[in-house]
Nanobody, 119 residues
Framework: QVQLVESGGGLVQAGGSLRLSCAAS????????MGWFRQAPGKERNFVAR????????YYADSVKGRFTISRDNAKNTVYLQMNSLKPVDTAVYYC????????????WGQGTQVTVSS
């Protein structure tokens, strides 16, 4: 089992930036990838970005390409989401997720961190 703790959310004006962090603990040697998802009020949880742990390959939702950057620090078992040029539509609760090598699907989730972008 892997435990995830997000931090870094907050209130920012449109056009501003935030950096989210997600620290993993527990069975982190099992990590295949880490991802970020977000859920706006009354909407489904949607994929934002993913990074493969060993090679560092990254994938993004079209809505955030060119604005968000996912990165990782293997030594700290931490994944980051740098969010630039934020828009009000980016307002959501952001969740970190862990994908294990054994299952190849997201099997652990963080508690979420609120990001609010004002116009």
């Amino acid at each position: 089992q892997v435990q995830l703790v997000e931090s870094g959310g907050g209130l920012v004006q449109a056009g501003g930036s935030l950096r989210l962090s997600c620290a993993a603990s527990g069975r982190t040697l099992s990590t295949y990838a880490m991802g970020w998802f977000r859920q706006a009020p009354g909407k489904e949880r949607n994929f934002v970005a993913r990074i493969n742990w060993s090679r560092g390959s990254t994938y993004y939702a079209d809505s955030v390409k060119g604005r968000f950057t996912i990165s990782r620090d293997n030594a700290k078992n931490t994944v980051y989401l740098q969010m630039n040029s934020l828009k009000p539509v980016d307002t959501a609760v952001y969740y970190c997720a862990h994908m294990s090598r054994a299952l190849l699907h997201y099997d652990s989730w963080g508690q979420g961190t609120q990001v609010t972008v004002s116009s």
